[in-house]
């Protein structure tokens, strides 16, 4: 086998290697991508029932109420809009009421909000990046959100999973 | 005091950075010996006062000295021995000063012990070493400077995230540093023998040892964050494809794959020009790593500090070597002579395939990390890639790589036999066969997903052991000369084995975990019990302690099986108060390889608790997996020909002249 035939073997193996990942990671996009939404954004875009996305914002207060084995409600508030949150699960550490919070799931057929993921992941300023960065863009952020922050801001993170199907998978 | 001599010394070590980045190659340029040593002097110098500036840092950090901003923002008084030495990289500018100092160590270690080197490549690699360090140091200097004082000292400190008061953080970041920073070395080597125009498999010699540590501790120090988010963060996942996971991700496969192609460039002399490329991307990643961290433009645990001006300024740094480096490799690549000759089917097409998946693999984890911060920044809205995206693109990559571990190693250089291989490799595949068939047997039904991977994992492993076998000549030899042959092997041989095998343990404990973890998920009162997967756990009770610096709450459980009594488990919520914030500590039962996972959430106000009870099966052999890699690098990096395959100089006639 010659230099060329050689060289001509592996950019061929290489060329078809590269498809591969190309199809896989288009095959990927179309259906494995979620969404970051605020209340507002779903509000105006009419998101159908069913499709997943990430729902951030502030935990509206007051709103919090807990129901029977572990299931939750709370409304997820950007300064124009509220949207109604389900959950079944442990919340994480950090969750607070009037704090940042994103939420994943998707909306059910009555407007609801079905959360199977609570993040409440965040700085010091209680504030996820993602909803700060919506509620500036919105005009809604407050200065003093970020008062707390002129020293070096340390996030901290806790994740909860939830299973809405039931206690025992 | 203290503070400004640790200060102090890192702006000489800038200094004698800077003299290493231009000296020695004037000295290269002149062929002046003297002037190329002062790369050796200044190299291990540097290790000096950079060592002094850490060290510095951590006895801040030990005696509590608020009027430094680094302690104030970072300790407490009440804070543990342990945790306040720890707490000095648990934020960004100490983690900062532990980069340079790993980076100063390793340029130390070129300077000491690569003696058998040529001089003028010696030369040029400290000086390529003492660029990096240099942009590091300004950097820390400039913007995170973890010694500033404040002009009216607080009393106490605002303590450590609590989520990092843990014994991981002693150990996982140094690890993950060291094999970051570590691949600089190959990365030096690179530029170096790009500069010199030279290059040849006495170089893959060099620099496969080196690439081999970063290696071994990049591998341990990814399994080891791994389990320490397992175990800290309270519901049991392991692996979140987070950002800042990917960059760890990013260097590991592309330093697989550079480790596999410095093999054929030392044994074959082919694949220069890829090794040099991989060696520079490898690094870049590494770098680039550090961006995604550092900068604040993503949002994570490990994400410490969100100041614009960092990120423009590593931006600038990633740019400088990134683009530095790959004009310099477009404009000279051409130049290195092409070298052996192999078909397709062979050793070195094996490796070749290895390094495209690994590469193409890389490549796509790169796009999912990528792809979302683009997105945000050209079209303005926000989404996440997460592990759906990756299950669908990065495992059949991965898979198909799998499936072409066990052929690697036995088929021959320049031409292999891949129709003898796959006879060899029979037995391995019908034991991989066997298991899929039993597997599925034991489900009745599911997903014949799971049962696949496992098979798959067999495989790697049973091929392996047949790698090992064909070698000593096991079964068709009598046991003696087996064990005469077996003790003659190569150690790199015995290596790869392991390695390979740890791929298949740790594809098992991944299968096993994410298909029939179970989970129990409710509110539960004093002696009421939970079944999960055959254990009884009951909650004997709550019960209040004072730690150091926080409170907690611990639950405890009794857990049976079948009745029988097998050990008390105490999950516990501790809040700490200086931050008002608190952290779950899980409480684990390992049986065999499978563990009972049982944390803590909210209590409610009729004495009840909500808690969350996981049983993960074979869930360690994820760990044991990349421990049995690591164990495979090392004992790669104690064959022999790794220790005595470099020339040496001509030392002899100095040691013997006169002493005065």
Excluded at chain 2, 363 to 368: D, M, P, R, S
Aim: net charge positive.
């Amino acid at each position: 086998m010659t230099r060329k035939q050689r060289r001509m073997t592996i950019i061929g193996g290489s060329l078809a290697v590269l498809a591969l990942a190309a199809a896989l990671v288009l095959n990927a996009l179309r259906d494995s991508i979620v969404f970051f939404s605020t209340p507002t954004m779903v509000a105006e875009k009419h998101v159908e029932p069913g499709k997943r996305f990430r729902l951030g914002g502030l935990v509206q207060p007051g709103s919090l109420q807990r129901g029977d084995n572990l299931a939750v409600t709370f409304e997820v508030a950007d300064g124009n809009a509220k949207l109604p949150v389900a959950y079944k699960g442990i919340l994480p550490d950090l969750f607070r009421e009037g704090q940042g919070v994103v939420a994943e799931g998707a909306l059910d057929a009555n407007g609801v909000f079905k959360a199977d993921t609570v993040l409440a992941k965040h700085d010091e300023t209680y504030m996820p990046k993602d909803v700060a960065d919506a509620l500036k863009k919105q005009g809604h952020w407050k200065d003093d959100y970020g008062a707390q922050a002129s020293g070096a801001a340390r996030p901290a993170a806790a994740t909860a999973q939830g299973n809405p199907q039931g206690a025992v998978r | 005091m203290i503070a400004e001599s640790g200060h102090y010394a890192l702006v000489l070590a800038l200094g004698l950075a800077l003299i290493q980045s231009i000296v020695p190659l004037i000295g290269a340029r002149l062929r002046d010996a003297a002037l190329m040593n002062v790369a050796r002097s200044t190299a291990l110098a540097q290790l000096l006062f950079v060592g002094v500036s850490f060290t510095a840092l951590v006895m801040l950090h030990v005696n509590s000295d608020f009027s430094v901003a680094n302690v104030y923002e970072n300790s407490h008084s009440m804070k543990p021995l342990l945790y306040k030495i720890t707490g000095v990289w648990g934020n960004h500018e100490g983690s900062m000063l532990l980069w340079v100092s790993i980076l100063a160590l390793f340029g130390g270690l070129v300077a000491g012990f690569g003696n058998n080197l040529p001089l003028s490549l010696r030369a040029h690699v400290l000086a390529v070493q003492a660029w990096i360090a240099s942009a590091f140091y300004l950097f820390i200097l400039v913007t995170s400077n973890p010694f500033l004082r404040i002009v009216n000292p607080p009393i106490e400190g605002r303590d450590l995230n609590p989520v990092l008061q843990d014994i991981g953080l002693a150990v996982h970041p140094p690890m993950l540093y060291l094999g970051y920073v570590g691949f600089s070395i190959s990365f030096s080597f690179a530029i170096a023998a790009l500069m010199e125009g030279r290059i040849d498999a006495a170089w893959a010699r060099w620099v496969r040892p080196w690439t081999l540590v970063a290696w071994i501790f990049l591998t341990l120090g990814i399994a080891m964050g791994s389990y320490w988010a397992y175990y800290e963060l309270g519901w049991g996942g392991w692996w979140f494809w987070d950002p800042v996971e990917n960059a760890s991700l990013m260097p590991w496969l592309a330093g697989t794959a550079l480790l596999h192609s410095a093999l054929v460039m030392e044994k074959r002399n082919a694949l220069k020009v890829w090794t040099i490329l991989l060696s520079i991307l490898t690094f870049s990643l590494s770098l680039l790593g550090t961006f995604l961290v550092r900068s604040g433009v993503i949002t994570s645990v490990h994400a410490f500090a969100t100041d614009p001006t960092r990120g423009v300024f590593i931006l600038l740094i990633l740019c400088l070597f990134i683009g530095g480096s790959l004009s310099l490799f477009a404009g000279r690549a051409t130049s290195l002579k092409q070298g052996g000759l192999f078909a397709p089917i062979s050793r070195e097409g094996a490796l070749v395939l290895n390094n495209l998946l690994l590469t193409v693999a890389c490549a796509v984890v790169l796009f999912g990390t990528l792809y979302p911060l683009a997105m945000e920044m050209l079209a303005d809205f926000k989404m996440s890639v997460g592990a759906p995206f990756y299950n669908l693109t990065f495992a059949p990559l991965f898979a198909l790589l799998l499936l072409a571990v066990p052929f690697g190693p036995m088929l021959a250089w320049k031409r292999g036999d891949l129709l003898g291989v796959t006879q060899r490799l029979l037995a391995a595949g019908v034991a991989g066969l066997v298991v899929v068939a039993i597997v599925w047997a034991w489900v009745r039904g599911g997903s014949a997903l799971a049962p696949l991977a496992i098979g798959l994992g067999v495989f790697v492993i049973a091929g392996a052991v047949t790698d090992l076998a064909e070698r000593t000549g096991l079964v068709r030899l009598p046991f003696a000369t087996v064990l005469h042959r077996a003790r003659g092997l190569p150690r790199s041989a015995w290596g790869t084995a392991f390695a390979h095998a740890g791929l298949g343990v740790a594809l098992i404990g991944i299968v096993c975990e994410t298909t029939w973890n179970s989970e129990y998920i409710a509110t539960m009162k004093q002696n009421e019990v939970a079944h999960v997967a055959g254990y009884d756990l009951k909650l004997d009770g709550l019960f209040q302690r004072q730690g150091p610096n926080y409170r907690e709450m611990i639950a405890e459980f009794n857990v049976s099986r079948d009745g029988e009594a097998i050990r008390v488990m105490t999950p516990s919520k501790r809040s700490f108060t200086t931050r008002g914030s608190s952290t779950t500590e899980a409480a684990l039962l390992t049986h065999g390889a499978s563990q009972l996972y049982v944390s803590l959430g909210d209590a409610t106000a009729e004495g009840a608790i909500a808690v969350r009870i996981y049983h993960k099966p074979l869930v360690l052999l994820i760990w044991w997996g990349p421990v049995l890699m690591a164990f495979g690098g090392v004992l790669s990096l104690s064959d022999r020909r790794l220790r005595v395959g470099a020339p040496k100089p001509a030392r002899a006639r100095q040691r013997l002249q006169p002493a005065e």
